[in-house]
């Protein structure tokens, strides 16, 4: 199996903070039909990204290239500039363009400084596609 996909991407982090981030992507309703291996691999994959009050982590409308799970900090939901919802800590949120290849369709904003961990698309693909793989060669 070719590691070399994505085992550049991985990143040192506490085992505490992986449980946080495996069960933040086990609990999103479009990322349930991932196995359990590609959760882990995607867990090692994922680094941080922290913003600033005001600043957008997602516009919509635009192509996305990070998954990301909420870690610390309030960040919002707009949809042409109406606000929807909040988003809660430890919380996956912009998987949608990720998974279905559609541009974003929310902008989400921080309310306040933020911290995240972030994953990106390609690596997203990459773990995707290695386990396709491995699937063909067995059989
Ligand atoms: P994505 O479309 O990639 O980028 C915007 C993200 O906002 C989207 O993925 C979801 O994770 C999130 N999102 C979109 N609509 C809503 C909503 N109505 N409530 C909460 N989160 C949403």
Redesign the pocket.
């Known amino acids: 199996i070719p590691k070399f996909y994505f085992e550049s991407a991985r990143v040192w982090k506490e085992q505490s903070v992986k449980k946080l981030l495996t069960d933040a992507l086990n609990k ?1 309703q ?1 990322l349930r039909r991932l196995e359990v291996q590609q959760v882990k691999d995607m867990v090692e994959c994922m680094y941080e990204r922290t913003y600033q009050q005001g600043e957008y982590v ?1 516009k ?1 409308g635009e192509p ?1 290239n990070h ?2 799970v909420l870690a610390d900090g309030k960040l919002d ?1 707009y ?1 042409h500039n109406k606000l ?2 909040s ?1 809660a800590v430890w919380t ?9 290849n ?7 904003k921080a309310a306040s400084n933020v911290k995240t961990w972030a994953l990106d698309r390609e690596v997203f693909h990459n773990i995707m596609r290695m386990t396709a793989e491995a699937r063909h060669e067995q059989y």
């Not at 996956?92 to 279905?100: C, K, N, R, S, V």
């Open positions: 999103n479009y997602i919509q996305g998954l990301f939901v949809q929807l919802t988003i996956t949120f912009g998987e949608l363009a990720i998974l279905y559609c541009t974003r369709t929310a902008s989400v």
